[in-house]
């Protein structure tokens, strides 16, 4: 069955990290490049962070040197490593397989000031 499933969000303090992932099944992870995206109340969905199948990654201007996407091949897993969190990133976050319909069911991750 094909699926995105995504860990448990949170709350966290200003300042603080979070770690989020996406489980793919191997069909997705092996061919298709990965990305996560966010969607804050009131705003259109924006994309964060992508990798590629082999590896290369970009950001979102407001996000670069603060969080990085990575992936573990043995896990069919991408990460999001969230490090000095804002509170404009509290946000429902999305994994999605790029160019699919395969989205991830959303984690809300709220940032306090």
């Known amino acids: 069955q094909v699926q995105l499933v995504e860990s448990v969000g949170g709350l966290v303090q200003a300042g603080g990290s979070l770690r989020l992932s996406c489980t793919a099944s191997?069909?997705?992870?092996?061919?298709?490049?990965m990305a996560w995206y966010r969607q804050a109340p009131g705003k259109q969905r924006e994309l964060v962070a992508d990798?590629?199948?082999?590896?290369?990654?970009k950001y979102a201007a407001s996000v670069n040197g603060r969080f990085a996407i990575s992936k573990d091949n043995t896990k069919n897993t991408v990460y999001l490593e969230m490090n000095n969190l804002k509170p404009e990133d509290t946000a429902v976050y999305y994994c999605?397989?790029?160019?699919?319909?395969?989205w991830g069911q959303g984690i809300q991750v709220t940032v306090s000031s």
């Open positions: 191997a069909s997705i992870f092996n061919f298709y490049n």
């Open positions: 990798s590629t199948v082999a590896g290369s990654t």
């Open positions: 999605n397989a790029i160019s699919t319909a395969y």
